[in-house]
Each structure stands twice: as C-alpha cells, then as structure tokens.
C-alpha cells in the first residue's frame, strides 16, 4: 500500500483508545484499534460527553423517550443534557469536517456515540431503538463516511469492509481534493470494476453509464454522484458467491499464460473458498502471484487484490 499512515485520519471514541473518560473513570480500549489498524491512520479522538462538559467520572445518562421527543438524561439528577448535546454535535462535527475525515469508529451502546440499537427508556421496558446523539448528528452530515460501532468489528466481515471502505473513500478524497480530469476518473473507475463487483454490481453499472456521460455534465454534478453511489455501492458486504465470480472472472486473463497444472490448481483453490475450506486470502495470494509473473498490467491495477494493507489480515478471516 502506498498510503503515508499519517495521512488518512478516522474519529473514534476517546475511551477505544484507552483514555479513562468514561463516566466511570475507566476505558474500553480496543486492540484491533490500537494494536493493528492504529499503525495505517490518525487518529482523531471525540468523547462527546466530556466535551459537552460532563466530567470524570459522572453521572451516567440515557435516552428517554419524552413524547414524540428523544432526551438525553441524567437519571438520578434529573439534569437534561439535550439542548447542550445537540449544539455541541453540530458545532463538533464542523470541526471534524475540516479535518477531512476518512471514517470514524463509535462506542456501541453509547447515549451520545451509540450508532444504532442504543436503549431507550421510557413507560415500560426499554427499546433498543435509539441512535446517540452525536452519532445521530455526525451520520446525518456525513452519509457517505464509512461508521461502524466497535462492537460490530468483531465481525471479520463487517471488518473487512469498513477498512476496504476506509482506504476506498481516502483514495476517493486523493481523486477529487485535486483539479480532477475526466481522463483520472476513467481510470479511478476502471481500477475498481473487480472490487465493485464483489460488492455491488449493479453500482458498477450506474457508475459506468455516469462515467460516460460525465462530459456532458458539471464537475460537482459528477462528483457527488459518483461519490455517493461508489460508496454505497461499496457498504454492500461482498458475499462468497460474488469473490467466487470475480476470481473465476481473474482466471480468464491466465488462459494464455499458465499451463493446465497451474490453472487447475488456481480453479481448486477458488473452488475450496467457495466451500468455505480456506479464507480468501489463499486464492487471492496465488492470483497476486501468477499477476507479477506474468505482468498482467489490469490486474496489477485492480484495487479488488490490495485494497487495504496486508498487515492488517482482514482477508485470512473471510
């Protein structure tokens, strides 16, 4: 990967990083997040309840349905903490904006940070049914980011795909933070048809039909169209079934380059991945293998064999 570490900044939860700002006085931290992706990005700390001004330790708070209204409480005070939650979300995530986020990682079950399925309290029992309030605000002005919640990157594979779409969007960002050229889309798009079509076909599609006719349209146009569907279209978790077709799609470009052993073994091995018997990494290391043997120029500029840094292992788990 040729990304400068430095260079691609992610928010996150103050206390996924070990800072003791919970309102218990400790932290949550993560060790995939310190110890693994913290050597590939900056990152760009938030604990929202100790910047509105709540201190360590506190009072801890919730959401309380009020109404056709969602609060932000302290219950055994009774202080409602709302109002200055919401001023300081949307003051916040100016700042952040300026910063030039690439993705952000939020603490689950958080009344402020919470992206989804956050307690909501009211008559009765409480609903999993709220989104925090910070969270709420930062998805609201960001909705192509790529979120997640801590919690849900226990997942390999909704891991694998925040990274993917971390690095995705950081490229993106290189893209159009310059003068793009049409030409420097073409070849952006064209980079990407194997890793979109794991994800989402259909995407790839649309985005091909905008590509070909960006000419005729203006440049912001074009680019918060693209933008908004490239990233959609890679939030859909690429499946099994379509790794499987896009690596029997590779193995069209080795006819004329391999010999029947060595194809026969590449076909094994995608098929083995398809039952589930090795993790994608095995087949995708043998692709990567025969593309440097034999120079195969497209496939070396598919972004869908490298999309994120090795080191990290996302592939030996999916």
């Known amino acids: 990967m040729s990304e400068d570490p430095g260079s691609i900044r992610i928010g996150v939860s103050s206390c996924l990083l070990g800072c003791k700002v919970r309102f218990d006085g400790g932290h949550k931290k993560d060790d995939f997040l310190v110890g693994t992706f913290g050597r590939w990005v900056e990152w760009v700390p938030v604990c929202p309840e100790v910047e509105v001004g709540m201190g360590t330790p506190r009072e801890s708070v919730r959401l309380l349905r009020d109404g056709d209204e969602i609060r932000m409480v302290a219950p055994k005070s009774g202080k409602d903490w709302t109002d200055a939650m919401n001023r300081y979300a949307v003051r916040r995530v100016e700042e952040l904006a300026a910063t030039r986020l690439c993705g952000c990682v939020l603490k689950k079950d958080s009344p402020s940070c919470g992206m989804e399925r956050v307690k909501v309290y009211g008559t009765g029992m409480p609903t999993k049914s709220g ?82 006719g960006a000419k005729a349209m203006p440049r912001d146009e074009v680019q918060t169209r693209y933008e908004d569907a490239f990233m959609q279209g890679l939030k859909t978790i690429a499946t099994v079934r379509r790794n499987t077709n896009v690596l029997q799609h590779i193995l069209g470009y080795f006819k004329r380059l391999v010999d029947d052993d060595a194809r026969a073994e590449l076909l094994a091995l995608i098929e083995d991945y398809h039952l589930g018997l090795v993790p994608l990494v095995v087949p995708i290391t043998l692709v990567r293998h025969y593309v440097r043997l034999h120079g195969v120029r497209y496939l070396a500029g598919q972004t869908y064999l490298d999309p994120h840094p090795k080191e990290v292992m996302l592939r030996n788990h999916v």
């Open 131 to 212: 989104t925090g309030v910070f969270a709420r605000a930062l998805l609201v002005r960001f909705p192509n980011l790529p979120v997640e919640e801590e919690g849900r990157l226990c997942d390999p594979r909704l891991r694998d795909n925040f990274v993917e779409r971390v690095f995705a969007y950081h490229r993106l960002r290189q893209l159009f933070d310059g003068r793009w050229t049409l030409g420097g889309l073409v070849a952006f798009h064209t980079a990407r048809k194997l890793q979109l079509m794991a994800h989402a076909p259909k995407a790839y599609e649309t985005l091909g039909k905008l590509v070909a």
